[in-house]
């Protein structure tokens, strides 16, 4: 039995737009995620909450938060979700998400959804009418023009290996697929390789394959993303990630310690390679580094 909680807001407005996703508001209808990522920074101490909880009233309270936006005219893309998994098997009894959509198609706000699950098959009925009722900001409207992103995320293609690092999740092999279906459904899809995992799925032959596979699956874009490791508890990302290279790749500790030194993220130059050897793949398969 999923616990159920009441929220007094569920519609989280940011500061500014994310340069990367787009959205200008997030939406999380449950706290925690089943699909227990070793990477993923949501259950630890610095962000988030371990217990998985479902936002009960959720629908009800987006639908009076909306209403007050789209009366003054404040549209911008939601983000389902940026901090749970909208699709876990838990939603496939509550249906919270597609209550969700429903308040979205309603106000006619666009949204970006961002999963792992082929649950998001169930939905494309509602999602096919927000593409085209949604309101888009003035400056995205030329730009995107139309309501909907769907994207997938993966953080490796070996099969193998994301059995172990994403352990709850359908393999990345069926992300594909399901990714494929979307697009020939008529959406925008694309691929969020993030995180990738240095020493494991970041090289230029790993980032070679897994652009001419996302693009042999449809994808319109690819997002690529080195992986952050944050706190030192017994739940926080860094501490399972430590563990798992302990167990699996001993040899890439110490590869890993010198990598992050004492940040929650590689350094600069890191970055800078892999977003120029993204954008350069990118433009060798045709496809885009960016959404919009
Ligand atoms: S699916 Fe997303 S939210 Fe869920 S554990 Fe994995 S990274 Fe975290």
Known sequence: MVKEVKVKSILNKHKKRDEWFLDDYSVNPYYGCTFNCIYCYIKGSKYGSAELAAKINAPEILDKQLRHR???KEYGIIALSSSTE????VERELELTRMILQKILKYRFPVEIATKSKLVLRDLDILEKIDSAAILPADLAQRLGRGVIVSFSI???DEKLAKIVEPGTPSPK???KT???CKQGGFLVGVNYIPVLPFLSDSEENLDEMIRTAKDY???YVLIGSLTLFGDKANDCKTLYY???EE???ELVSEYKSLFRNSFAPPKRYQTKLAEMSKRLCRKYGIKSRIA
């Open 70 to 72: 789209a009366k003054k």
């Open 86 to 89: 909208p699709y876990m098997h």
């Open 155 to 157: 953080s490796t293609l």
């Open 174 to 176: 069926n992300r594909l």
């Open 179 to 181: 990714m494929l279906k």
């Open 218 to 220: 449809g994808a319109d």
């Open 243 to 245: 563990k798992f290279l």
């Open 248 to 250: 699996h790749f001993p």
